[in-house]
């Protein structure tokens, strides 16, 4: 789904190790740097609420009790400012029991 999506959920799944993952695709260049933390922070907050209102355990019931990632899909390598804005996200994604992180996939233009 992209980016743009902010409401939605982009991809959820249990990692062979155990964890939950819940994937965030974030599709777009870092040309239009505002709009685009705009509406990476307005996912992140989806994503905050499924894991803060126990929709997760809901929609499904295969993770209860397992370790939650959220990991932030990139299809360009972020800049300094952004990078900053993703870090800040840490802490708050810790705070409702989740890892957070992010990586970079090369994507065609």
């Known amino acids: 789904m992209p980016l743009a999506d902010t409401d939605k959920i982009d991809y959820t799944g249990i990692a062979p190790n155990g964890t939950c993952v819940l994937t965030l695709a974030d599709d777009r260049d870092w040309s239009a740097l505002a709009e685009h933390l705009n509406l990476l922070g307005a996912k992140l907050a989806t994503y905050r609420h499924f894991l803060a209102s126990g929709e997760l355990q809901r929609a499904y019931p295969g993770a209860r009790g397992k ?11 972020p800049p300094a400012e952004a990078l900053d804005v993703l870090q800040e996200h840490i802490a708050d994604f810790q705070a409702l029991g989740a890892a957070f992180s992010w990586r970079v996939f090369d994507m065609p233009p």
């Open 67 to 77: 370790p939650v990632e959220v990991i932030v899909a990139l299809r360009a390598a």
